[in-house]
């Protein structure tokens, strides 16, 4: 393959505090917080209570929980990404494309403002944006959105540019998620897909989030043949008192023992890179719900990460937009 353009790959995530610190997380949550997407609370209401309450209390919490896992690459999220990056960038090289692939935090660094950048300054032709959501949701793919037309915004003359929606059913993968649970996965565990939550109510305003995890949950599920009562599909990490999307992740595992849920295993298939919540939350605290409420083992199955299959799945959903 000779493609004599030079393409622009920005690999995009949520993102990350910059340091371990209360200080650093506060900055880094109110840019996330403040975010009409994240929280659409009227703003004269929301931001006193952010910056009087919610801030102080949990930047302190939250920093005890980064220092546990902070690596010499920064986050476990930044440092997985960097791995991605590398190994995207390889990928591509090795097909043959002129490509630079650029990392992007909706918020915090490195920057989608500093990575669009860095495209246009080394003259690519074309850029293409990969949002690390396989499911579709404003708060997520369309926040992400908005920070990229943001940074074009400041931009006298740009490129033409591709933005990936979704993939929550594309084959390759469904096929690594499959093959990472059946490495794992034994004959007597329970499998539970969690999944990031988001309010009931976005939902009814028209986010069809929870329909995109219903259809990655299913079809990895046929994928691996397990019938309906070897699987559920749960949601994790909600904030506030409004209801949130259900089954709750850390309710179901404290009810499992009871619906005789013994052994089981849990994977995060919205999730592209391991994190604070998928290695604290689900890792370590959701462990202690299932074992302290009868439940006799427990596993978490990581993230996909920058596993070769999940490279090459990232690699040929962006040969798409080339080829």
């Known amino acids: 393959m000779t493609i004599t353009k030079k393409f622009g790959v920005i690999l995009a995530n949520l993102g990350t505090p910059d340091e371990p610190t209360s200080s650093a997380i506060s900055r880094y949550l109110w840019e996330f917080l403040t975010d009409p997407r994240v929280v659409d609370l009227p703003r004269w209401k929301w931001f006193p209570l952010l910056k009087a309450i919610i801030l102080p209390l949990r930047s302190k919490r939250i920093a005890k929980n980064y220092q546990a896992i902070w690596t010499t690459q920064g986050s476990p999220l930044l440092a997985v990404t960097k791995q991605q990056q590398q190994a995207l960038q390889t990928y591509l090289s090795a097909q043959g494309i002129d490509v630079q692939v650029e990392i992007a935090m ?38 992400l959105l908005d920070a990229f037309a943001n940074a074009l915004k ?30 794992r996965l034994k004959a007597d565990e329970f499998l539970l897909f969690s999944y990031h939550g988001i309010p009931l109510r976005y939902e009814n305003m028209g986010d069809y989030y929870r329909e995109h995890c219903k259809q990655t949950t299913i079809a990895v599920a046929e994928k691996l043949g397990l019938t309906k009562n070897r699987w559920a599909m749960s949601f994790q ?47 370590e605290e959701n462990r202690e719900y299932f074992l302290t409420h009868g439940g ?7 993230a996909l990460n920058a596993v070769p299959a999940h490279i090459a799945m990232m690699g040929k959903l962006i040969l798409e937009k080339i080829i």
């Open 237 to 283: 990490s909600r904030f506030g008192r409004e209801e949130w999307l259900q089954p709750y992740t850390d309710k179901f595992l404290q009810n499992a023992s009871a619906q005789g849920i013994n052994k089981i295993a849990v994977i995060c298939p919205g999730f592209a890179a391991d994190c604070l919540e998928t290695i604290e939350e689900i890792d």
């Open 106 to 143: 909706t918020y915090g660094n490195p920057s989608m403002r500093s990575a669009v950048k860095n495209l246009l300054k080394s003259q690519v032709e074309k850029i293409i944006v990969l949002p690390l959501y396989p499911q579709y949701s404003s708060t997520t793919t369309g926040a």
């Open 154 to 183: 400041q931009e006298r003359g740009f490129v033409p540019f591709d933005f990936i929606h979704s993939y929550h059913l594309n084959e390759n993968y469904i096929n690594a998620l499959a093959q990472s649970v059946q490495a």
């Open 296 to 302: 006799e083992s427990y596993q978490y199955i990581p």
